[in-house]
T-cell receptor
């Protein structure tokens, strides 16, 4: 049980921002929110993670709701290379924590 | 830093044959995972190693799947005998502690297995 809910697919135009939603209504106070993405024919790659505050890195931004029951991954300017399956995952604080993948959101970028 | 290496990238076998996959994690990463990813689904954890010991193999179909990590570095995953439903991509990942203290998994490119 992935314990997160994401839309199956989304579309966006190239060079526009993309907001990928994730619901995690049963999240515990110590669970982090992680995002991974999987490009075609590749293994998943880490994108970003956060606990309570919004986070930014070179790949994306993560906006976390105040009640932590949902979050949004933001790609500020999507390119064709951002077309991938994006996975929202809760937990993974400790070395032995396991990543439970759901089906993720397949993001299509339109040129 | 070199990434997680896996071989072969592709393998086609007939049902009831055996097959083995190899993984070389990132140097220094003690924790290693094997995942199975069926088309259209997210990866499913099969087994977790910490150095050369098994931490969790509860999802591994032990009647036909086996895995080892003898020296705590490279790992092999074997299927014997293969079934049609084993057709999937097999992913290997190793773990590193990130700057905030949480752990990030680094995945290899996977081995795509087709059982005919």
């Amino acid at each position: 049980d992935a314990k997160t809910t994401q839309p199956n697919s989304m579309e966006s135009n190239e060079e526009e921002p993309v907001h990928l939603p994730c619901n995690h209504s049963t999240i515990s106070g110590t669970d982090y929110i992680h995002w991974y993405r999987q490009l075609p024919s590749q293994g998943p790659e880490y994108v970003i993670h956060g606990l309570t505050s919004n986070v930014n890195n070179r790949m994306a931004s993560l906006a976390i709701a105040e009640d932590r029951k949902s979050s949004t991954l933001i790609l500020h300017r999507a390119t064709l290379r951002d077309a991938a399956v994006y996975y929202c995952i809760r937990g993974v604080m400790n070395r032995d924590d396991k990543i439970i993948f759901g089906k993720g959101t397949r993001l299509h970028i339109l040129p | 830093e070199a990434g997680v290496a896996q071989s072969p990238r592709y393998k086609i076998i007939e049902k009831r044959q055996s097959v083995a996959f190899w993984c070389n994690p990132i140097s220094g990463h003690a924790t290693l995972y094997w995942y199975q990813q069926i088309l259209g689904q997210g990866p499913k954890l099969l087994i977790q190693f910490q150095n050369n010991g098994v931490v969790d193999d509860s999802q591994l179909p032990k009647d036909r799947f086996s895995a080892e990590r003898l020296k705590g570095v490279d790992s092999t995953l074997k299927i014997q005998p293969a079934k049609l439903e084993d057709s999937a991509v097999y992913l290997c990942a190793s773990v590193r502690q990130g700057t905030s203290g949480t752990y990030e998994q680094y995945f290899g490119p996977g081995t795509r297995l087709t059982v005919t």
